[in-house]
């Protein structure tokens, strides 16, 4: 699918098992609160590394999780195909962020440097952990060593500075650890 930079899609949540016998699949959520996922439309699900425009006929809160109905998917056998595919949603659905603030798919392929300019490698995702967001930071070819990092998104701290034109963040963090 190709994406435009208007049509820039970013990971909100994931498919997961499936709900009962009449095709219903339990839903997991990277939005904050949870069921805001539901206020985003339309869905695309990547699957298989496919991409599939999915309807949401029904969704609703089920405990401390979400479960949907979707279009198409009649049978708890339907739901398990589904189950591990990602749902994006258009990057220009979510909210403005304040000056500073960043969405993880903004953060996710920018390169790390060192505040010397020394390449780390490149942001593959984050962790949420609880007392912070943590960047996983892969080695590239070019950066100094092949070592996978956990650096911790301390802004200001950490987190020196983020340039999205450059595709680049600079740290305060020793390449030795």
């Known amino acids: 699918m190709e994406q435009t930079a208007a049509e820039k899609l970013t990971l909100v949540g994931k ?53 949907a109905k979707l279009a198409g998917i009649e049978s708890p056998e339907q739901a398990r195909d589904w189950g591990g595919a990602e749902i994006y949603v258009s990057l220009d659905q979510l909210p403005e962020l304040e000056a500073g603030e960043y969405y993880w798919s ?20 984050l962790i949420e952990t609880g007392s912070n967001d943590v960047l996983v930071v892969k080695a590239t070819a070019d950066s100094r060593d092949k070592t996978e990092r956990l650096i911790p998104y301390l802004p200001e701290q950490v987190i020196k500075e983020i340039d999205l034109d450059a595709g680049t963040i600079r740290v305060d963090w020793d390449p030795e650890f």
């Open 15 to 67: 498919l997961a098992a499936p709900y009962g016998v009449k095709g219903w699949v339990k839903i997991y959520s990277y939005t904050d609160p949870i069921d805001n996922l539901f206020s985003y439309k339309p869905w695309q699900v990547k699957r298989d590394g496919q991409w599939f425009p999915v309807k949401l006929e029904a969704a609703k809160r089920h405990g401390k999780g979400l479960i």
């Open 106 to 125: 903004q953060l996710e392929n920018l390169l790390v440097l060192t505040e010397s300019g020394e390449l780390l490698g490149r942001v593959d995702h």
